[in-house]
Structure formats: structure tokens, C-alpha cells
């Protein structure tokens, strides 16, 4: 079955403990990304990147770090949580930009 | 700056009733225009795209959008709505020059009566 996959689905940590959030697609999609959905504010992206080894910053990539090393994995770094990164993320494939999204379900944090 | 204006943050509606979603853009060239659902607790899902081509195109469930260049909008619309259309509703561009980026609007909450 063609997906994205995120874990966790939901966190809590404490400001300033280093976290990942895994993001995999197996339908071997160049073009990924990470948003963050907040209300009021839709979806906002973080960074995308367009293939392997090829990132860029999006809207809000402040606090946040990336790395596509293998296409099918593009992991989301926060080095040092703080309280205003509370979110819903979303990391989403396509097969090459312009084309839809595939998005994943979602994993929610809390950064107390 | 590149933007995207979705102008009603809730509508309602009852069902049987036409919808119309109204996107607008702010953005130099033509971008690649979408529109997502979500519904609730759930990821979202392409209910359709605009590359080129016929400004009129149709998508999934029943939706249909019009862009017009000259408005710098891509409306949505469906003629007859159903309670399980009940969700949020986010127009997206693709940037088309110089970058690879989206921009989401804000979404609209559609709410349907019975």
C-alpha cells in the first residue's frame, strides 16, 4: 500500500530535549516536506527537499533541522524544542514538484 | 510576498445546497493552484489541481474549480452537498519560479446541516 508513515503520532517533551520525528514513503517520491499545522494559520511549510542529499528552507524552518540522506526517509530534527513549537506536524511525497501530495497522518507535539 | 487569502474561516451550509470556497493568490506568475480536504483527525487529501490547460477542472467527490487569471483565484465549488463533505478546506500554490516552495491558505471549515 502506497503511504507515508510518521512516528511518533504524538509526543511530549520538555524545552530543550533533542527530538526526531521519523517520516518514510515507500512509493520512491524525489520531492518531500514538513508543514506544521496550527489553528487559524493552516498549513506552513518547513523545509522541503527536492531529492537526495538536496534540502531547502520553506516559510518557518526556524528551530528545525532536516536531512534526506536515502529517498525514502526524511527525518525532522528539533535540536532544542521550545514551547512555540507546539504543533501538528505533517510530512508529506510527491512524486517530483508541482505534482499532489501524499500526506502523512500526522504526529502531534507538546513542548512543555 | 507570495501569499494565499481564503476569505470565510467557517462556513455552513445545508445539505442539498451549492458550496463556493473562494481562494485568492498574490503572486507574480501562474502558480500550480490546489485545493486539500481534511477531515477531522485525518491527514489531508487532493480533491484537485491546476497546471494548465482548461480553467475549469474537476476533481474527486464531486468538486470543481475555476481559475480565473484575471482575479488571480481558484474558486471552489460543488452543486449538491452532502453531510460527509463536513470538513476543512485549504487552497495550496506551488511556486513556479525561481523556487520549490507551497503556501497554504488559512482553510476554511465548511459546516453542513441536515
Known amino acids: 500500500e502506497a503511504q507515508v508513515t510518521q512516528n511518533p503520532r504524538y509526543l511530549i517533551t520538555v524545552t530543550g530535549k533533542k527530538l526526531t520525528v521519523t517520516c518514510s514513503q515507500n512509493?520512491?517520491?524525489?520531492?518531500m516536506s514538513w508543514y506544521r499545522q496550527d489553528p487559524g494559520l493552516g498549513l506552513r511549510q518547513i523545509y522541503y527537499?527536492?531529492?537526495?542529499?538536496?534540502?531547502d528552507k520553506g516559510d518557518v524552518p526556524e528551530g528545525y533541522k532536516v536531512s534526506r540522506k536515502e529517498k525514502r526517509n526524511f527525518p525532522l530534527i528539533l535540536e532544542s524544542p521550545s514551547p512555540n513549537q507546539t504543533s501538528l506536524y505533517f510530512c508529506?511525497?510527491?512524486?517530483?514538484?508541482?505534482?499532489?501530495?501524499?500526506f502523512g497522518p500526522g504526529t502531534r507535539l507538546l513542548v512543555l | 510576498a507570495q501569499s494565499v487569502t481564503q476569505p470565510d474561516i467557517h462556513i455552513t451550509v445545508s445539505e442539498g445546497a451549492s458550496l463556493e470556497l473562494r481562494c485568492n493568490y498574490s503572486?507574480?506568475?501562474?502558480?500550480?493552484l490546489f485545493w486539500y480536504v481534511q477531515s477531522p483527525g485525518q491527514g489531508l487529501q487532493l480533491l484537485l489541481k491546476?497546471?494548465?490547460?482548461?480553467?475549469l477542472v474537476q476533481g474527486i467527490k464531486g468538486f470543481e474549480a475555476e481559475f480565473k487569471r484575471s482575479q488571480s483565484s481558484f474558486n471552489l465549488r460543488k452543486p449538491s452537498v452532502h453531510w460527509s463533505d463536513a470538513a476543512e478546506y485549504f487552497c495550496?500554490?506551488?511556486?513556479?519560479?525561481?523556487?520549490?516552495?507551497?503556501?497554504f491558505g488559512t482553510g476554511t471549515r465548511l459546516k453542513v446541516l441536515a
Open positions: 508529506a511525497s510527491s512524486l517530483s514538484y508541482g505534482r499532489a501530495w501524499y
Open positions: 512509493m520512491n517520491h524525489e520531492y
Open positions: 527537499s527536492m531529492n537526495v542529499e538536496v534540502t
Open positions: 503572486y507574480g506568475a501562474t502558480p500550480y
Open positions: 491546476y497546471f494548465s490547460g482548461d480553467t
Open positions: 495550496a500554490v506551488g511556486l513556479t519560479s525561481g523556487t520549490y516552495k507551497y503556501i
